[in-house]
């Protein structure tokens, strides 16, 4: 029995965006936040108050989650980025929209003085004394304060008030992560009901010290508990807080969903997937088509997270192609007209949108990925709509003409006709590096297609099948928006944007077979249709190859090629990354990182000078102990990680590695993290700074081996398409979908029953009596289950008042 906790997060656009530049406009990005630490980074939309993002992340978050917060910053080349605003959004927030947050929200202004962060450690106590009771309060530590200072550390200490009373602890100096390990105390009356406040500042010698946070305890609860220890969040100034104003920063679209999940054991799962496969393997034929019956009880908005997690649990037994070939079926049994086939938002479509993500990005990138990175790297103007033509000065040596419309328009054609020919070659010699399981898969599709619409005048349907997928909801999306398919680390600028465009177009164009009402939407893409239509000459040869009509019936799912196993395998990641490794007491500087290509497999994270040299294991999977972030102050750089591992002798040891961006920070953490975390002996705390000469940079505690000022965050991880699939998991989303449209369930089989067609009313055990029986099976071992309680974070007796 396990909690998963996660985040789905759509980060849609922007409008009314403030201008930061003196061309009167900004050019944002956002930065998202889990508990105040960065994990996403968009990319930034160039030149616009209204951009438009459309990125999708899933996070998995630790059981203590509170908070996401999204930042929207200018980017500024030649000084640091201007902040324009934030949105915040508790658990609380998250927890009451069951389905999601939805919407547009406010920007607020993020005033440095008023953010806080971090945790403090206390004990509380009630004791006796001489004369009365005494309220006795043990400020031992604080872990991840924000850093108020320039050198990007503060100086903190705790200021303790209690009925007019004020004491207050040493200050530690440059320390994100102080410990005090000091004692105060205040007489204690009886029917006291005064709250204690505790209070983090920033010490400043010569400016007003900076606020920090604070705890404010609830006295009358401590006096009933008697005793509490423990980690209390920092909180803000409430009053400061409730003055901020939302001013004119614009408004950011969101969907933020969280699922907190309570995962039984493998086994309470076993009924309801044995039952789905088994009406998989029955095939349209089945007693119950409880397949149907699910696609016909999904609302439109949830088929697409439907679609998935029914597409991993199939992956998942080896079923996937049999479970797609069940709804080709479903969809061509209701499809009287060849050319709606496979058009509408159907369980099969995005079923099928799904398994090409999961089972044929890799081939995906391997075909688009050098065609993406020429368009990018030429940067050429592109245009085919005469009504969009800019003319511009073309020649040399000082002797510029103006470029004529004309010559606009060729060149135009000449650069589209060379990237379609370039993607062409590529398809046409990807027959064998496209995946076994896809290669069945779309065979299935054609000759189930070519069986429903047999005859001549139908010869392109099972052509268009292919391609609908294929082409138009794969390829032409990854070609227009190349990012969104990890093709890019960054959006594309309006004119690599418009060339995309017109090379999704023609792609769409050919993937539609060339047909008559293709043609006739857009009449200035004719000057490309003769390469177009050899284009679909050859697409059709490539589909031909592809789904082999003559081979023999494709080996079960048993077999080698197309065993869902290689979807297990743990996530690899490989790059350049700069590696500083820590050795006596010399400085450590930025200087001192050294440019290695890094590959990370299930074995070992390993090295070498270039991708094809020999490589070298640096450190073993198994000895991994964390992977944590470094705070910036360490080396003077920022995207540092530390690896820490153990050495043969089992004596810990670190390695530092640089990223260049912290979405490459966080995707190469939260890939150690997968590959290490059934490892023994994982840290539950780890100093985020560096050993430099006789102390700890971050707690300037002196013994090397004293445990970590901070708390390990092994569960906080990125979730991509290349990730191993989680069965239990996948079941766990099933059943609580199949739970919300238990009352459809229930009619439609009370329907059934009535129904005369439907079998012997004296017959109960039909597919869909069983289902609603597992269901009703499950819902019995949640509510025995501890998860059933959901608890959210660990639980203090007493009450922090607000």
């Known amino acids: ?38 994990i996403i980074r968009t990319a930034t939309v160039w030149k616009t108050l209204c951009p438009f993002w459309g990125e999708d992340y899933q996070v998995h978050v630790p059981p203590t989650f509170h908070s996401v917060a999204f930042e929207v910053l200018d980017e500024d080349a030649l000084s640091r980025d201007d902040v324009i605003g934030k949105v915040c959004l508790t658990r609380e927030t998250l927890a009451s929209h069951p389905k999601g947050f939805s919407g547009w929200a406010h920007l607020t202004e993020v005033n440095p003085d008023e953010e806080v962060q971090g945790e403090i450690h206390l004990r509380l106590e009630v004791a006796p004394g001489t004369h009365s009771r005494l309220l006795r309060c043990s400020v031992l530590e604080a872990r991840d304060l924000a850093p108020k200072d320039w050198n990007g550390t503060s100086d903190p200490f705790v200021r303790v008030r209690y009925k007019g009373r004020t004491q207050e602890t040493s200050v530690v100096k440059k320390s994100c ?109 089945g007693p119950g088509q409880l397949i149907q019956i699910i696609e016909e009880t999904t609302s439109t908005e949830c088929r697409q997270e439907v679609a998935t997690s029914l597409l991993k649990l199939f992956l998942g037994q080896g079923l996937a192609r049999d479970f797609l070939d069940l709804l080709f079926q479903l969809e061509l049994s209701r499809t009287s007209e060849a050319n709606t086939l496979f ?220 065993h869902p196993l290689s979807l297990h395998a743990p996530p690899v990641k490989e790059g350049p990354l700069f590696i500083h490794r820590t050795k006596g007491k010399g400085p450590l500087t930025s200087s001192s990182f050294k440019k290695l290509h890094f590959s990370l497999t299930t074995e070992a994270l390993s090295f070498a000078k270039t991708p094809s040299s020999k490589k070298s294991a640096l450190i073993k999977l198994a000895n991994i102990r964390a992977a944590e972030k470094v705070e910036e102050k360490s080396f003077g750089s920022s995207h540092v990680m530390q690896v820490i591992y153990t050495d043969d002798a089992g004596r810990l040891q670190t390695a530092y590695l640089q990223c260049k961006c912290v979405n490459e920070l966080n995707q190469w953490l939260s890939a150690l993290r997968k590959v290490s975390v059934n490892n023994t002996g994982l840290l539950g705390s780890y100093h985020p700074g560096v050993f430099r000469g006789d102390k700890w940079s971050c707690c300037h505690q002196r013994d090397k081996t004293d445990l970590g000022c901070d708390k390990t965050r092994s569960r906080v991880t990125l979730q991509e398409w290349n990730d191993p699939i989680d069965h239990d998991l996948e079941a766990q989303l099933m059943y609580q979908h199949l739970l919300g449209v238990e009352a459809a369930l229930r009619k439609k089989h009370l329907e059934l029953r009535r129904d005369p ?46």
């Open 343 to 562: 058009r509408s938002n159907s369980l099969a479509s995005k079923s099928m949108e799904s398994f090409l993500k999961v089972a044929g990005m890799r081939y995906l990138h391997s075909v688009l990925g050098p065609i993406i990175d020429k368009v990018f790297e030429e940067k050429k103007y592109v245009e085919l709509d005469p009504s969009k033509v800019e003319v511009k000065d073309v020649g040399c040596s000082g002797l510029h003409r103006p470029q004529t419309e004309t010559e606009v328009l060729e060149q135009s054609v000449q650069t589209l006709r060379a990237h379609l020919a370039a993607l062409l070659s590529a398809l046409r010699g990807s027959v064998r590096a496209c995946p076994a399981l896809v290669r069945a898969t779309f065979r299935q599709l054609f000759r189930r297609v070519r069986e429903r619409f047999p005859g001549a005048q139908h010869q392109h349907v099972p052509f268009i099948a292919v391609t609908s997928f294929l082409c138009l909801r794969f390829f032409s999306p990854a070609i227009m928006s190349p990012k969104l398919f990890h093709l890019r680390e960054r959006h594309a600028d309006a004119r690599t944007s418009r060339t995309l465009l017109l090379l999704a177009k023609a792609v769409q164009s050919m993937g539609n077979m060339d047909t008559p009402v293709s043609r006739a939407k857009e009449a200035w893409m004719e000057p490309l249709q003769p390469t177009v239509r050899q284009g679909v000459a050859q697409l059709k040869d490539f589909i031909t190859k592809l789904v082999d009509l003559e081979e023999k019936e494709a080996p079960g799912p048993a077999e080698p090629d197309l």
């Open 1 to 38: 029995m396990a909690k998963r906790i996660s985040l789905s997060i759509r980060i849609v656009e922007g409008k009314n965006l403030p201008a930061k530049d003196i061309t009167g406009s900004s050019d944002p990005y956002c930065i998202v936040k889990v508990d105040n630490e960065p």
């Open 757 to 802: 067609e439907a079998g012997p009313k004296e017959v109960p055990e039909d597919s869909l009596a069983q289902l609603l029986h597992v269901l009703q099976e499950l819902r019995e071992a949640h509510g025995h289950s501890p998860g059933g309680l959901r608890l959210s974070a660990p639980c203090h007796f007493l009450q922090l008042q607000k």
């Open 177 to 285: 992560y102080p410990r005090w390990n000091e004692t105060f105390e205040f007489e204690l009356e009886d029917g006291a009901t005064e709250a204690l406040c505790v209070e983090a500042w920033d010490w400043d010698l010569v400016s007003r010290n900076d606020f920090l946070g604070k705890v404010v305890v609830n006295v009358q609860s401590l006096c009933a508990a008697q005793q509490e220890e423990g980690w209390f969040r920092l909180q803000p100034h409430q009053a400061k807080q409730r003055l901020r104003v939302e001013g004119n920063l614009g408004s950011l679209q969101l969907e933020v969903r969280l699922r907190d999940e309570t995962v039984l054991p493998s086994s309470c799962y076993q009924p309801l997937v044995q039952l789905l496969c088994r009406e998989v393997k029955l095939g349209s034929q």
